[in-house]
């Protein structure tokens, strides 16, 4: 039959390899004179008694379990494939995506309250391949928000979101609501792409607990104690209590499995970047971050940028960039500093993230000038993108330098007004750079 990866007029085996318990057999199959098919044939060995398994993770990619006569046991797990598929390279990509990434990610997740779907499950090799449970979603009752009584329980947050708990009681629920609000909105496409895989995360756009900004939250309903399903106050709060630490680690971990898998042509994550880099996000915190000032630098002409500075530096001048961009972006102005926008930076192809903030995102671009700047390889393409703005610019303020040793740097003219370290402490470097941005 069409799209029949088991039986075919000809059927030859083109390589097996076994990785985290799995076996894998590549089989070419022919249907027709033309017609021809590659199927990568999975065979689990191996389960545990608790979290998602190896057959949960090759389904999410796309596998679908059936009878199989090329598997000892009968059965397996199936997807069609390229004919020059390499079977030795994807089993060691697999075992990457699975044991350091897609099973840690599932504890840290679980931990919050948020288990990985199991769609196959430990009962693979059971009578239809069933998982036993559906490791149950928190159902959303109402919109999470509204209600007779509500109640802020606790607070926290780490380097993306703030997390709020509150209590809901009264009319048609009666339960807990986890509120989501990211720290730097919108949040990236990566993340939103998590969030779908993980399911039950709703959208309410003016979330009182984030000052009426938008935020995702989810509900966790109150069930009597006598239901296998009980869900007491300290239940949920131990949900609440692994966020800070644990959240956006789980994250973290479905974007590496979701990248060991790209080369592959399979998708862990739906409509995810193509690809990622490792950026770590910040140390968790308990203290949320202040809402910025009601009132900021406006761009000149109204020109919109989406940053009004953005600063690009070595790592040796991290202090000093820290310091500058704090002060300025507590004052009201919009600043891209690297440590901001952790979630913004996780998962993005960088190079070509920096050439649109450096080029064509930000009204100034700040460059802290050293000689450890002038040997750095991520400093010379951001380097590259300003300049190339400031050739746009035809002559009109772009580049701001700040000379911290001298050193001249490829590209920059020298007859460029500099402002010294030396002569200017940071604190009043800011103030200089504020009153430019209200120009």
Not at 92 to 104: G, L, N, R, T
Request: include cysteine.
């Amino acid at each position: 039959m069409p799209g029949d990866l088991h039986s075919g007029l000809r059927t030859e085996r083109r390589g097996e390899t076994t990785s985290a318990g799995v076996t894998f057999t590549l089989v070419g199959v022919q249907r027709g004179k033309t017609d021809f098919a590659f199927g990568l044939h999975a065979d689990p060995r191996q389960h545990t008694l608790n979290g998602v398994q190896t057959p949960d993770l090759l389904s999410h990619l796309g596998f679908s379990a059936g009878q199989c006569a090329f598997m000892p046991g009968g059965r397996c797990l199936a997807r069609e494939v390229s004919e020059d598929f390499d079977v030795t390279a994807f089993g060691s990509a697999f075992d990457k995506a699975w044991s350091s990434s897609f099973k840690a990610a599932d504890g840290h997740l679980t931990a919050c309250g948020l288990p990985i779907a199991q769609p196959v499950g430990w009962a693979f090799s059971g009578p239809g391949g069933r998982a036993p449970s559906d490791r149950r979603l928190p159902r959303p009752l109402g919109d999470g928000h509204t209600a007779p009584q509500t109640r802020k329980l606790n607070e926290s947050a780490d380097g993306v979101f703030r997390y709020v708990f509150s209590w809901l009681f009264g009319g048609s629920q009666k339960g807990w609501t986890l509120h989501y609000g990211p720290k730097h909105p919108p949040l990236s496409a990566e993340i939103e792409s998590a969030l779908q895989f993980l399911g039950g995360f709703e959208l309410f756009p003016e979330c009182p607990e984030f000052e009426f900004d938008p935020c995702r939250w989810r509900f966790h309903d109150f069930i009597a104690e006598d239901s296998m399903w009980n869900r007491s106050a300290g239940y949920v709060q131990n949900f609440f209590d692994a966020h800070a630490t644990r959240f956006a680690p789980g994250l973290n971990g479905l974007l590496d499995s979701h990248t060991a898998m790209l080369p592959f042509n399979m998708l862990l994550l739906p409509a995810a970047a193509p690809t990622r880099a490792a950026v770590t996000l910040g140390a968790p915190s308990t203290k949320l971050i202040r809402s910025p000032a009601p009132s900021r630098p406006q761009p000149a002409g109204g020109a919109g940028y989406k940053y009004d500075v953005a600063l690009s530096f070595a790592g040796t001048e991290r202090p000093l960039a820290e310091k500058l961009a704090t002060v300025v972006r507590d004052a009201g102005a919009q600043v891209f500093y690297d440590e901001f926008y952790p979630e913004h930076l996780w998962g993005k192809n960088l190079p070509v993230y920096f050439d649109r903030v450096y080029r064509k995102e930000s009204r100034f671009c700040v460059i802290f000038v050293s000689v450890e700047y002038s040997k750095r390889a991520w400093t010379y393409l951001e380097l590259r993108s300003a300049l190339a703005r400031a050739l746009q610019e035809r002559g009109n303020e772009y580049i701001l330098p700040i000379r911290i040793e001298a050193v001249d740097l490829e590209g920059v003219p020298p007859t460029l007004g500099y402002l010294d370290i030396a002569s200017y402490p940071i604190e009043k470097i800011a103030e200089m750079l504020l009153r430019k941005l209200r120009e």
